[in-house]
């Protein structure tokens, strides 16, 4: 009778352990290893964790498939109110949403809780360029639209084609469908493009441009960013300049849509104390990124209007209907 005593109680270890295990703190990356995603998973939830916003590790998850769908409809259909989980995101999540790309998902079932980071979105021009300001490239496009090709590492209707779109509408400017962009392997294609005189500008992340441009190979006409980028302060912003445009690969997080308002709050709470953290800080050096801190509704605002905005351009060019 003491063994299988010994034996029950050894079975209740071993149930509880799982338990525990089975209910710590979860953020998915909805791709390999290495990468954008992989990096807010690994190192936002390490943070946390250092600084006391969370009491135990976060595990990651890898999921890779369809841009980030294959996660998407996991949280959606499988784990819907589960408070203990994080998901990766960034302005490609917003896209693909827009696009209709999650196979008819819409970007109101989960809950965006917020991005504390991103790579900015820039117009470059080869260092020879004409154009000397973001106003100058916008206003050619305007007086005759078959002067001016933009290229980016992106496809047609991709966010580096958007955000040329974006800024040209805040010009004045509709016509897109007449606007000439060259999608690339890559912005360090797009880049040598212009460098070599094939295309006039070049559309893509500041990430993408460093190189080139310390070794003065190319100008930054404006950076789509609310403040000029740390490091980078010469580079003005497109909204110095008039146009009122924000076009970042932000770096954020969301949530299953059916969690309590208090695990959402305390998901933002501890993203907030994340973005204040010299590890943040840190972090965000060491890789390129901006600030960029929207928390909680302000963030879920922005992201409903950048998907709005998205989708209305993505049907005038026809890449939805």
Request: hydrophobic share 45%; with cysteine.
């Amino acid at each position: 009778m003491n063994a299988i005593f010994k034996r029950f109680a050894a079975g209740l270890i071993v149930s509880a352990s799982l338990t525990t295990s089975a209910m710590a703190a979860e953020c998915i990356a909805p791709a390999n290893p290495g990468g954008g995603w992989d990096f807010t998973c690994r190192t936002i939830g390490k943070i946390m964790y250092d600084i006391g916003a969370v009491d135990a590790p976060i595990q990651v998850t890898n999921m890779a498939g369809g841009g980030g769908g294959l996660a998407y409809s996991t949280v959606v259909n499988e784990r819907n109110d589960d408070e203990d989980l994080i998901v990766a995101a960034s302005s490609a999540t917003a896209t693909r949403l827009a696009q209709n790309a999650y196979g008819g998902m819409t970007a109101d079932q989960v809950r965006f809780l917020g991005a504390i980071g991103a790579d900015p979105g820039v117009i470059a021009v080869a260092a020879d360029s004409p154009y000397k300001t973001l106003t100058d490239l916008l206003d050619a496009v305007k007086a005759d639209p078959k002067s001016v090709t933009f290229a980016g590492g992106s496809a047609v209707g991709g966010f580096d084609h958007i955000k040329v779109l974006m800024a040209l509408g805040r010009a004045g400017f509709n016509d897109i469908r007449a606007v000439k962009y060259i999608g690339l392997d890559g912005g360090g294609d797009a880049i040598t493009q212009a460098i070599g005189g094939h295309v006039q500008a070049v559309t893509g992340d500041m990430s993408e441009v460093v190189g080139f441009l310390k070794s003065g190979d190319i100008r930054v006409l404006a950076a789509f960013t609310d403040e000029r980028i740390p490091g980078f302060e010469d580079i003005p912003t497109a909204k110095e300049q008039g146009i009122d445009v924000v076009a970042v690969n932000w770096r954020g997080l969301y949530v299953p849509k059916g969690i309590s308002d208090e695990a959402y709050q305390k998901w933002s709470d501890a993203l907030a104390k994340v973005a204040a953290s010299d590890e943040w800080h840190e972090a965000m050096v060491s890789h390129g990124l901006a600030p960029f801190t929207k928390v909680g509704p302000d963030f879920q605002n922005y992201v409903n209007g950048v998907i709005g905005e998205i989708a209305q351009l993505s049907r005038d060019i026809g890449v939805i209907k």
